[in-house]
């Protein structure tokens, strides 16, 4: 199985300011046919269900705000929030879709400093 | 507007049996692989199975598979998930998630639902 590794465990970062989640695969998922890496991430909002913010590493999902943004390929990704508002206190997962079992990365908590 | 809602789930013991259903509408149900992924307490997601458009095939993650089975009625919208032979470490909220793309099975998720908790305890 792929595993996803995030960091860091927990973040807090001040209103207004640049918020960054690292995700590191342990093999590589860049699809070399196509040239894209089978990654999303997802916000998890307190009591509520996952909601898709990025694929493809760097493809953001329809209605999801500019501030968000994704990058990174091969096994090394990042999700930076380049201006953090007070909607965006949450957690963060990363997801590859290389191939199943599709797994999850442990989770980023992100509060407000 | 595009719903999934979950139910079916609640307290079971250990061995014990359960069945999730997960009601579709907003988008033609036969178009788009479905998939069931759970988080246990305070835990992080665990993707546990998918099936496809068509239902011709499904998957499952190696920790249910032998015991759960994944369904799909499309008379009725619903995605379903049999759960048998029960585990404590099956205590978790269950969410259905609908596939990113009409007819794909990429193995990401635009839309899921509220989730519904399955409790296994004695």
């Known amino acids: 199985d792929i595993v996803m590794t995030q960091s860091p465990d927990s973040l807090a970062v001040s209103l207004g300011e640049r918020a960054t989640v690292n995700c590191k695969s342990s093999q590589n998922i860049l699809y070399s046919s196509n040239n894209k890496n089978y990654l999303a991430w997802y916000q998890q909002r307190p009591g509520q269900p996952p909601r898709l913010l990025i694929y493809w590493a760097s493809t953001r999902e329809s209605g999801v705000p500019d501030r968000f943004s994704g990058s990174g390929s091969g096994t090394d990704f990042t999700l930076t929030i380049s201006s953090l508002q007070a909607e965006d206190v949450a957690v963060y997962y990363c997801q590859q879709y290389y191939t199943p079992p599709y797994t999850f990365g442990q989770g980023t908590k992100l509060e407000i400093q | 507007e595009v719903q999934l809602v979950e139910s079916g789930g609640g307290l079971v013991h250990p061995g014990g049996s359960l069945r999730l259903s997960c009601s579709t509408s907003?988008?033609?149900?036969?178009?788009?692989?479905l998939t069931w992924v759970r988080q246990a307490p305070g835990k992080g997601l665990e993707w546990v199975s998918s099936v496809t458009h068509s239902g011709d095939r499904t998957y499952y993650a190696a920790s249910v598979t032998g015991r759960f089975t994944i369904s799909r009625d499309t008379s009725k919208n619903t995605l379903h998930l049999q759960m048998n032979s029960l585990r404590a470490e099956d205590t978790a909220v269950y969410f259905c998630a609908k596939e990113w793309q009409y007819q794909g099975l990429w193995g990401f998720f635009d839309l899921w639902g509220q989730g519904t908790l399955v409790t296994v305890s004695s």
């Open positions: 907003g988008f033609t149900f036969s178009t788009y692989a």
